[in-house]
C-alpha cells in the first residue's frame, strides 16, 4: 500500500491530527513537498487558523492526486517526531539496536519475516499504543521497502474502509 494510500485510509481527520502534530518547520517540509504556498493569508488570523488552513490543503492535495513523495515525508515525520516509543518497542522485539526509536539499520531485509510479524503482531495486540498507528507504521515500513513482509497480519484491514472517492473528499 502506498504512503498516499494509507494517508487516505487512515481518512481526514487523524491525517489533519497528525499534520498539527508536526512543528511549524515540519508542517513547511511537507507543503513544500505537495507544492503548497505556505505564505501567510490574510484569514490566518491565528496560528491555529493558519494551521487548520494548511492541514486541510494538505488533506485536499494527498486524497485527489499522487503524491506519494508528500504522503511519505508526512509520515516519516510524524513518526520519527511524535511515535518514536512505538518504534523503539518494536525495533526492540526485533532485536536491532536503536536510539529512541531511530535505527539506520536495514531491518526490514536482515531481520527474518517471522520475526518482523511476530513483533508487529505484538505491537498491535499490545494495548500500548492506536492499532490504526501500529498499522499504518507497519504499512509504512512495507511500503518504503517494497515489501508485503507484514501481508499475513490483514493491516489493511485495521486500518479502516476503503479511501473514500475523490468526489467526496474534502
Not at 111 to 140: M, S, T
Not at 145 to 163: H, I, Q, T
Request: contains cysteine.
Amino acid at each position: 500500500m502506498s504512503p498516499e494510500e494509507i494517508c487516505r485510509r487512515l481518512g481526514e481527520e487523524k491525517v489533519k491530527v497528525i499534520f498539527h502534530e508536526l512543528t511549524t518547520d515540519t508542517m513547511k517540509k511537507v507543503l513544500r513537498e505537495a507544492k503548497i504556498p505556505t505564505t501567510r493569508l490574510a484569514s490566518h488570523t491565528s496560528s491555529r487558523k493558519r494551521n487548520d488552513d494548511w492541514a486541510a490543503r494538505l488533506w485536499r492535495a494527498v486524497a485527489e492526486k499522487p503524491l506519494t513523495t508528500t504522503a511519505a515525508t508526512l509520515l516519516f515525520e510524524w513518526l520519527t517526531r511524535g511515535r518514536r516509543p512505538m518504534l523503539a518497542e518494536f525495533l526492540t522485539a526485533i532485536d536491532v539496536k536503536h536510539e529512541g526509536g531511530l535505527t539506520d539499520a536495514d531491518f526490514m531485509t536482515t531481520v527474518a519475516k517471522e520475526k518482523l510479524c511476530e513483533a508487529g503482531q505484538a505491537l498491535l495486540d499490545g494495548g500500548h499504543h492506536d492499532r490504526r498507528e501500529v498499522a499504518a507504521y507497519l504499512l509504512f515500513l512495507d511500503a518504503s521497502n517494497k515489501s508485503e513482509g507484514f501481508a499475513p497480519l490483514d493491516l489493511e484491514g485495521v486500518l479502516g474502509a476503503s479511501p473514500l472517492p475523490v468526489a467526496q473528499a474534502t
